[in-house]
């Protein structure tokens, strides 16, 4: 069901949350569309992504540095900071985010090889996929979209993965728990090694805990800031030393700087905020 949307002239991203038995897997399924001849913008750090560009021929130009063409059906890795976009238009675009529990359900390598990185997805999955695409561009509304990619993901799940779904709650708690958690603590949490907790962030999220804190750290502040929740004066205490490592963290993950979330928010980071206020998301760490 589409619960929200967000418009900004010619460029338009709504969006629907996946079917119940889904939401441990996937974050959200969007929808964009941009009709310019031009869309050029940045996005902040943020989940994996599977996504059927239906229209449009761009570029992304990754937080490394990295710059790859974007296939026509492709799985972007986790990013781990703000993401350069390119896209000739008219751009029309449905996708879906991949939770850290939903990545081994969906592919067999680690997250870790695909951070700030982008691939063909009929690579991994098959010719097969250039039929989904068609079904999807001939669907009239989002919600039958929605259908479409639900049933797709089904397909495509290998395997269910408890041990990655209790591993990533736990993570997911951990994260939520402090502005920066101790990583003590989720060893303690999970009963592992550090050693064993940091190979599997970086099999599920594609990052160690560390980075995780701090890139969710920034998204929470990012947030808080976008919706007028706080001000930057209250978030400096949230585990941030002083000004200059609370504006070197927010532009790290989102290339951007607090007074930039203020005053003059980009459109596509405008955009895919809104996905925080959509209800009903599971796990709460979506909601960034």
């Known amino acids: 069901m589409a619960e929200n949307g967000s418009h900004s002239g010619a460029v338009t991203l709504d969006y629907a949350i996946p079917p119940e038995d889904l939401r441990e897997h996937l974050s959200v399924f969007y929808e964009f569309r941009a009709d310019v001849p031009v869309f050029e913008d940045t996005d902040k750090a943020d989940f994996a992504q599977f996504r059927f560009l239906f229209s ?25 900071g ?18 850290p529990a939903g990545w ?3 592919l067999d390598f680690e997250a870790s090889l695909l951070v700030n990185r982008v691939i063909d997805a009929t690579e991994l999955f098959g010719n097969a996929l250039n039929g989904v695409a068609d079904a999807m561009l001939a669907a009239s509304t989002i919600e039958k979209k929605v259908e479409i990619g639900s049933a797709l993901t089904r397909q495509l799940m290998a395997r269910g993965n408890s041990a990655a779904f209790d591993f990533t709650r736990i993570v997911d708690d951990w994260l939520e728990s402090s502005p920066s958690p101790h990583i003590d603590d989720l060893v303690i949490a999970t009963g592992l090694s550090r050693r064993q907790v940091e190979r599997r962030c970086n099999a599920y999220y594609g990052s ?20 007028g929740d706080a001000e930057a004066t209250t978030l400096l205490t949230e585990g941030f030393y002083d000004q200059s490592h609370f504006i070197r963290e927010i532009k790290a993950f989102t290339g951007i700087t607090p007074t930039t979330i203020t005053d003059d928010l980009p459109t596509l980071v405008a955009l895919t905020l809104k996905r925080t206020e959509l209800r009903d998301l599971s796990p709460r760490i979506t909601k960034v």
């Open 56 to 80: 449009g021929s761009g570029t992304y130009r990754f937080a490394d540095g990295h710059e790859q063409r974007a296939p026509a059906i492709q799985i972007v890795g986790a990013t781990t």
């Open 104 to 106: 081994p359900t969906l």
């Open 82 to 99: 703000p993401t350069h976009v390119r896209v000739e238009g008219p751009v029309h675009m449905f996708g879906v985010g991949i939770l």
């Open 208 to 227: 160690p805990p560390k980075q995780l804190a701090r890139k969710y750290r920034a998204l929470r502040a990012t947030i808080a800031l976008a919706r």
